[in-house]
């Protein structure tokens, strides 16, 4: 469901009990005259060792008015990891502990003003158990090949540990796909989840001792500029505003999930077809387009061939220069038609269960069934 969020409240709702816990000291804010100051308050060292999660916290002032910003992930406030997904009825709790970590972190801030913090930005998201031996690794490799083409205004494309990962982002918002199994641990200068508490790497080590492997796809739709979830809400028929009460609800991380996997997915799904053979792919397009000339037949089945090839279409646009690709794009609207996206890998069909139900991931299901 959700995970980051960054909560903005008014610094006039806001008691702060200890300056000094912010760099510089936040001391006399509305005394002091310059036109912007900005005050850090990063998680403690000692919360860190004692396995508490804390969120990041910054004030900012601008001429007379300033406003807490308070960063954090929902499943790790929680359950100190967010391989565990929060549900609706987390919210009052996840409440109480925020105000409980503000406190601690020298703010207090009454529950009906976090309740109704405006949200800046939030991450829509989904752990996805992938079955019949698929791995996360693979699934990301196939779905990089898809055209991206300016897909909701994202155009750069970016792979990274090793396939491990793979970003579709700009600078207002981002889909992310990667191996959150292996994401726990890894350190932080590598890792995806940049913030990986203490109880993840306890939780990768517990893994590790399953007798089946664990295989687990994280989907991520990052909307980072305010403007740009906005923009989103919106298109999801979501026209209230963002507040934290509003913003935590199952129903609106499901439908911006599935609205970026229908943008991005949905027309490209012969990508994802498990019959390569080049014949085979030839006697389909006889089957299904008869009158085709054995030329246009042949270069229907090299140009599907060349698609799902490493790099995608995205490859193949590259080598055959932007300027032709109009035609060859127009060719690929054949393949829309179940004889070529049937049947899918398993894979895919995880993704979509895992859209369709929004059941919550529980890491400690799979504890209780080994244990």
């Known amino acids: 469901m959700i995970d980051t969020v960054i909560l903005i409240i008014p610094i006039s709702r806001c008691w702060i009990t200890d300056p000094h816990k912010f760099t510089p000291p936040a001391i006399g804010i509305q005394e002091n005259k310059a036109v912007f ?57 996840v409440v109480e502990i925020l105000q409980k970590r503000l406190e ?61 990962s793979l970003q579709f982002y700009s600078n207002r918002h ?30 990768f ?41 509003n913003i935590f609800k199952k129903d609106i991380c499901q439908k911006v999930l599935n609205l970026y996997w229908g943008k991005f997915f949905q027309k490209d799904k012969f990508l994802f077809c498990v019959k390569n053979n080049p014949q085979k792919l030839l006697q389909l397009i006889f089957r299904k387009y008869p009158n085709t000339k054995p030329k246009t037949a042949v270069l229907l089945a090299g140009l599907m061939t060349l698609c799902k090839d490493d790099e995608g279409i995205r490859g193949l646009r ?17 393949f829309e038609d179940e004889i070529f996206t049937q049947p899918a890998h398993g894979f895919i069909k995880d993704i979509q269960r895992s859209l369709d139900s929004f059941e919550p991931y529980k890491i400690t299901k799979l504890n209780e069934k080994y244990n």
């Open 37 to 93: 100051c900005k005050y850090v308050n990063n998680p403690s060292k000692e919360a860190k060792e004692r396995g508490i999660y804390q969120p990041k916290l910054t004030i900012i002032k601008r001429g007379k008015s300033g406003e807490l910003k308070a960063e954090f992930s929902v499943p790790k406030l929680k359950f100190n990891n967010n391989l565990d997904e929060v549900v609706e009825t987390d919210f009052d709790e």
């Open 318 to 334: 590259t080598i055959t220069n932007s300027k032709n690709w109009t035609p060859l794009r127009n060719y690929l609207r054949k």
């Open 174 to 203: 981002a889909l992310v796909f990667y191996d959150k199994i292996r994401d726990l641990n890894k350190p932080a200068n590598r890792a995806i989840d940049k913030n990986q508490t203490k109880q993840q790497f306890s939780i």
């Open 104 to 164: 601690e972190m020298g703010v207090k801030v009454w529950k009906i003003h976090i309740e109704g913090a405006k949200v800046s930005s939030f991450h829509a998201s989904k752990n996805i158990l992938l079955t019949q031996g698929y791995t996360a690794i693979f699934a990301i490799r196939e779905l990089g090949k898809i055209n991206l083409n300016l897909k909701l205004d994202l155009e750069r494309k970016d792979y990274r540990n090793n396939g491990e």
């Open 205 to 245: 080590d517990q893994i590790k001792k399953q007798r089946e492997k664990i295989e687990v796809l994280k989907m991520e739709a990052r909307l980072s500029h305010r403007a740009k979830m906005k923009e989103i809400l919106a298109e999801i028929g979501f026209l209230e505003e963002p507040i934290f009460k």
